[in-house]
């Protein structure tokens, strides 16, 4: 059976192409919304963090009704680092609609999406957005998307995708770059004309692979999949099954049922072939299982998602503070929110250490691990990080490999000398050099994952601001040697109390302060960056010594220049791998692992051995 009356899509793009916003206009011009109904913009984007920083992180499920036909919608992650929450729910589409920015033209992010839906050959609709920025060039653009599909080695009929002109911002789509701009009626009938109807036996065997978990705290794990065969119903008596453990076979029974309208989840009793569900009330679901008929269940094959490529250790905070700003400060604590999030976050791995105290927690980069931790932060976790590691593999000789990048660089060219020096320096391999399109010169390389470790401050001081960088991961190549972080050292707390104004300006002349006046210090908690390669010692509780006499100066302020407060990103970019991130709901600190001056200096020695 095929379900004309439905269409399944997933919207994919490089990050800040204008997924969300084409979805918001979708979504309003279908009539989801009331004509007085005052929308936020990027209304897809409802987790906090995703928009302040104007990313999406999670996939999200939402349909629109156009001429009788329900079109369910997914709106995906644009960054790297999310590249898992793609992987999965293009599983559950008939095709995808590629968002390309019409000046910046195909990105590295663009290549992984567009990669991983010709590889489950799926049918792709472009649309050049932005098409109204002056400095648009639609017909470059399309030259380079056709050039990326033959690269990804596309079929004829993948070759043949029409391409669609839009302003997902002022919400308009076009046929040809020469029509009128009316509203978004040319994409919706691409969508009905071009992406094939869902198919199905509706008699058939029960099969629903599960691709994205959500969490409700009313009705627990909600598993949302498309019914590939046979029809769900509400109390249905069903076994979950797993293509990657054969063993699994459970019996469950399905409580509750939704289907997406607009923003919402409506409740139905039963739901067919092609049909884009979400079912509660089943305990443990997980991404990859197949609800099927207790008669005969066959689990549906399931998208390997890629491998973490990079570590950090999850501690519980035993700094001299511990325990004051924080909620949940508990080794168990920090278990059981560690592996909650398992339960959504399909490309995450939590290993248990040699001690309670500590987990190995593995991403796909640096923006992964950091989101976890902004959100374990706000729900008013307390614990320390320590400096992300990469995660490295041994070939068949046994021959160390690391995770390899793909960087490219778009950089005014006065700047393109440091960052190429700079590159260098962490072992970056110049692949390619020459001018974009607005003046900017690019330069691709390929450079260890470990060589960008806290290369972002850097970069942005190097350029001013003005860089733009992108990477993608690349493979496992060879190890390329040690590479060095940091060329300056830290300036560390000598004693425990509350920060001097005295103390701080005598400490401010060897390099820049993370801490002002009044504030609460331990002795090795790191409070500023040397000027020189080497860490040292400053007593920042110090305060003058009275005396009977008085000179010309002595009533003089003290000037103090305003220390430099880290964001999460720059703090774990800045620490050492000798060093720890303390985090709390109120408070980021760096410290030193060994916080006692002379056992630190012991360590050090018989490192050097």
Do not use: W
């Not at 139905?268 to 443990?284: L, N, W």
């Not at 999850?314 to 004051?324: E, K, Y």
């Not at 927690?361 to 729900?379: F, P, Q, T």
């Amino acid at each position: 059976m095929i379900r004309n009356d439905i269409r399944n899509i997933a919207i994919i793009a490089h990050v800040d192409h204008g997924k969300t916003t084409l979805v918001d206009e979708l979504l309003k011009q279908s009539g989801v919304f009331r004509s007085n109904q005052n929308v936020q913009e990027r209304v897809m984007d409802s987790n906090d963090l995703e928009r302040e920083r104007g990313i999406t992180i999670l996939s999200k499920n939402t349909a629109v009704e156009y001429k009788d036909v329900k079109i369910n919608i997914i709106d995906t992650p644009g960054h790297a680092d999310f590249g898992g929450e793609v992987e999965r729910v293009l599983k559950m589409v008939n095709g995808v609609i590629l968002v390309v920015d019409a000046f910046e033209g195909p990105m590295p992010q663009t290549k992984f999406v567009l990669k991983k839906a010709l590889e489950l050959q799926l049918p792709v609709i472009v649309c050049l957005n932005k098409i109204d920025r002056p400095e648009a060039r639609p017909d470059e653009v399309i030259d380079e998307v056709l050039e990326l599909f033959i690269d990804l080695d596309a079929n004829e009929d993948q070759l043949e995708c029409p391409f669609i002109y839009a302003s997902a911002k002022s919400g308009y789509a076009m046929l040809k770059a020469e029509d009128e701009p009316i509203d978004m009626k040319p994409l919706f009938e691409t969508i009905l004309s071009y992406i094939p109807a869902p198919e199905g036996d509706p008699d058939a065997n029960l099969q629903t692979l599960i691709s994205t978990i959500d969490y409700n705290e009313y009705v627990g794990r909600i598993g949302v999949g498309k019914v590939d065969n046979g029809t769900i119903k509400v109390n249905q008596e069903a076994v979950i099954v797993n293509a990657h453990e054969p063993d699994k076979c459970k019996k469950v029974k399905v409580t509750k049922l939704y289907e997406f309208e607009g923003l919402e989840k409506v409740e139905v009793t039963e739901a067919k072939p092609g049909s884009i569900v979400a079912i509660a009330g089943i305990a443990d679901l997980m991404i990859g299982d197949t609800i099927c008929s207790p008669t005969s269940p066959v689990a549906i094959p399931f998208q390997k998602i890629s491998e973490p490529t990079i570590a950090m250790h999850f501690m519980v905070n035993d700094s001299p503070l511990a325990g004051q700003e924080g909620k949940f400060v508990t080794s168990r604590h920090l278990r059981d929110r560690l592996m909650r999030e398992l339960n959504t976050d399909v490309s995450l791995r939590v290993e248990e250490t040699d001690t309670t105290e500590a987990f190995k927690v593995s991403g796909r980069g640096e923006l992964h691990l950091s989101v976890l931790i902004e959100n374990m932060r706000r729900e008013g976790y307390e614990f320390a990080v320590s400096k992300a590691e990469v995660l490295y593999k041994e070939d068949e000789n046994g021959k160390l490999l690391e995770p390899m990048e793909r960087a490219i660089i778009d950089v005014p060219e006065e700047f393109s000398g440091s960052v190429i020096e700079k590159l260098s320096q962490r072992k970056g391999e110049l692949q390619n050099m020459g001018m974009s399109n607005d003046g900017y010169q690019r330069l691709e390389f390929i450079i260890p994952s470990r060589g960008l470790i806290g290369y972002r401050g850097d970069f942005l001081t190097d350029t001013k601001g003005n860089g733009i960088l992108n990477t993608i991961f690349e493979e496992y190549g060879p190890y390329k040697g040690d590479i060095q972080y940091r060329d300056r050292g830290s300036l560390i707390a000598f004693e425990a109390g509350e920060t001097i104004t005295y103390g701080l300006f005598n400490a401010q002349e060897r390099g820049t302060l993370f801490v002002g006046p009044g504030e609460k210090v331990y002795a090795g908690m790191v409070i500023g960056q040397n000027g020189k390669t080497d860490d040292i010692e400053v007593n920042v509780c110090k305060t003058k010594h009275l005396t009977n006499t008085r000179s010309s100066s002595a009533d003089e302020a003290l000037r103090l220049v305003p220390p430099k407060i880290m964001s999460l990103e720059e703090a774990l970019d800045f620490i050492d791998t000798d060093e720890l991130l303390e985090i709390t709901p109120e408070s980021l600190r760096i410290r030193k692992k060994i916080l006692d001056t002379t056992m630190r200096m012991r360590a050090k020695r018989n490192s050097n051995k």
